[in-house]
């Protein structure tokens, strides 16, 4: 099992920048994509933004420019710096990880850590 670790989250306010850190732990094979989604009240699960071991990334529009994706292979961590931070930005933000195993890819994911923006 790979457990995965968040932290970061806190209250800010609009056009402020939080940084969010996820790290992976446990009987890690091969951790391939790490990412971040997030999840609003009512809302459902989105992606955020991901990042494979080789470094592309792929971020959705909505945070293109404002939210960059990082990670350190060695630590199996990932970042989330996000700046320009907006209300509807507001969510729990979910890590994600894939761990490859002879050829089995087992999605594990963190439990969250809360952001909220106020206005």
């Known amino acids: 099992q790979v457990q995965l670790a968040e932290s970061g989250g806190g209250l800010v306010q609009a056009g402020g920048s939080l940084r969010l850190s996820c790290a992976a732990s446990g009987r890690i094979f091969s951790i391939n994509g790490m990412g971040w989604y997030r999840q609003a009240p009512g809302k459902q699960r989105e992606l955020v933004a991901t990042i494979t071991s080789s470094g592309r990334t792929n971020y959705a529009d909505f945070v293109k420019g404002r939210f960059t994706i990082s990670r350190e292979n060695g630590l199996n961590t990932v970042y989330l710096q996000m700046s320009s931070l907006n209300p509807e930005d507001t969510a729990v933000y979910l890590c994600?990880?894939?761990?490859?195993?002879?050829?089995?890819?087992?999605?594990?994911w963190g439990q969250g850590t809360q952001v909220t923006v106020s206005t």
């Open positions: 994600n990880a894939v761990d490859s195993r002879f050829g089995v890819n087992n999605v594990y």
